[in-house]
């Protein structure tokens, strides 16, 4: 599909992804990925039916075609401005036809999810003896390579080992995905899977939301010529942050130890002006309830659980119009925002993204997130 300088390719396949034929590239009339930091990412695809001719009368011709059955491969690749990116390398799961009432009107939509869906297909119960978290998460990971999973994988700023006559790490009736966001959420760690940077390729990511990079593009508001954003707006939540305070009594030791946290340890910081350090007497607290661990892993565990409540202080959603960006924004990135004032400009963390794309027309809707109002820069990227 190409339209207005944007191409689409659609690669589809059972064992192998391939070219999609005309049959089904003819009758493409919408597609909608969405890509989020937390979570499988998933896609759909819609289909133009019709019933034609002798074989027509037996069945939807694109209903025969074994391409649409679930559990099929799709890779879908933008090419914008001569540069190709993987925008998903998913599974079908589901497939939905609406018969039309006139003539013309009937549609297949196929839904999908990417690849790590294959790795909450089975729950099971196994042990992971003498292993931290980390290398757990890394060897699930691995057992997926012929998805093209290729593990990039964060230690958490504590590490407890288990010790095999202390504890054994198990996974109760978890499939490996479940079991992978567990261990992140005790971390204050994400897991998503993203497409590229070469098709068949995916990189799975277990570690903090990422902070670290080059921007992207700035998104502009009421910025003249420049502006990008069709519409946007934001949300202070200032209830949001949540500082822990309590007890543990050491498994080791056997001696009790306090639990404090006092603000997120995300780095580097986005905000100028951080909810949980400027409303500190505001802030709600919560009761350190974990049990069965050190008190070095408590402490991990309670300031995972306060940098995931700054992670959403200030929310922005929006619009953007694909084509007056000229890029592809990504998700699990950073961005920069300008022409909305002081308060809420500056660098965000693009947590989510939609992208609807049909001929004629590509948009994408954001979900920026950081933990405070103010911009930390002067400039953003332009």
């Known amino acids: 599909m190409s339209l207005l300088g944007i191409h689409l390719t659609l690669l589809i396949g059972r064992t192998l992804a391939l070219p999609a034929p005309v049959l089904l590239t003819e009758n493409l009339e919408s597609v909608e990925v969405t890509a ?5 990412s998933g896609f759909q695809l819609v289909f133009k039916g019709g019933r034609s001719g002798f074989f027509g009368a037996l069945d939807e011709p694109l209903l025969r075609s074994p391409l649409l059955k679930p559990f099929n491969r799709v890779i879908l690749i933008v090419t914008f401005n001569v540069r190709p990116r993987v925008l998903m390398d998913g599974i079908i799961v589901n497939q939905e036809l609406n018969p039309g009432a006139n003539p013309g009107e009937t549609t297949i939509t196929v ?3 990417d690849v790590s869906v294959m790795m909450d297909q089975d729950e099971r119960i196994a042990e992971h003896p003498a292993q931290p978290d980390f290398a757990i998460v890394a060897k699930l990971i691995l057992k997926y390579a ?3 999973l290729v593990p990039v994988v964060i230690p958490p700023r504590v590490i407890d080992p288990p010790i095999p006559l202390e504890r054994i790490p198990v996974q109760c009736g978890l499939s490996d995905l479940g079991y992978i966001a567990e261990l992140g959420e005790r971390h204050g760690h994400v897991f998503h899977v993203t497409p590229g940077p070469a098709p068949f390729v995916n990189q799975a990511y277990w570690g903090p939301p990422k902070r670290i990079g080059v921007p992207q593009r700035a998104l502009s508001v009421n910025f ?3 502006t990008n954003v069709s519409s946007i707006s934001f ?4 209830r ?3 500082l822990v305070d309590g007890d543990v009594q050491d498994r080791r030791t056997n001696r009790k130890f306090p639990v404090r946290t006092f603000a997120s340890l995300r780095l580097p910081p986005l905000a100028a002006l951080p909810t949980a350090l400027v409303h500190r007497s505001q802030i709600r607290s919560s009761v350190f309830r974990a049990g069965g661990v050190s008190a070095i892993g408590a402490f991990g565990r309670a300031q995972a659980e306060t940098d995931l409540s700054t992670d959403q202080v200030v929310t922005a959603t929006g619009e953007l119009d694909a084509l007056r960006y000229g890029d592809v924004l990504r998700s699990r990135g ?3 925002l300008r022409g909305a004032g002081f ?5 965000y963390y693009v947590r989510s993204v939609t992208h609807s794309i049909r001929r004629g027309q590509y948009t994408q809707n954001f979900t920026l997130t950081r933990e405070g109002v103010g911009s930390i820069t002067p400039v953003v990227r332009p």
Do not use: I, K
Not at 235 to 238: L, V
Not at 343 to 347: A, E, I, K, Q, R
């Open 36 to 40: 989020a930091d937390q979570g499988r």
């Open 111 to 113: 839904t999908g999810e």
């Open 146 to 148: 012929r998805f093209g």
């Open 224 to 226: 003249g010529s420049e």
């Open 235 to 238: 949300q202070h939540d200032g």
């Open 240 to 242: 949001a942050p949540t």
């Open 334 to 336: 950073l961005v920069g």
């Open 343 to 347: 308060t809420y400009d500056g660098l």
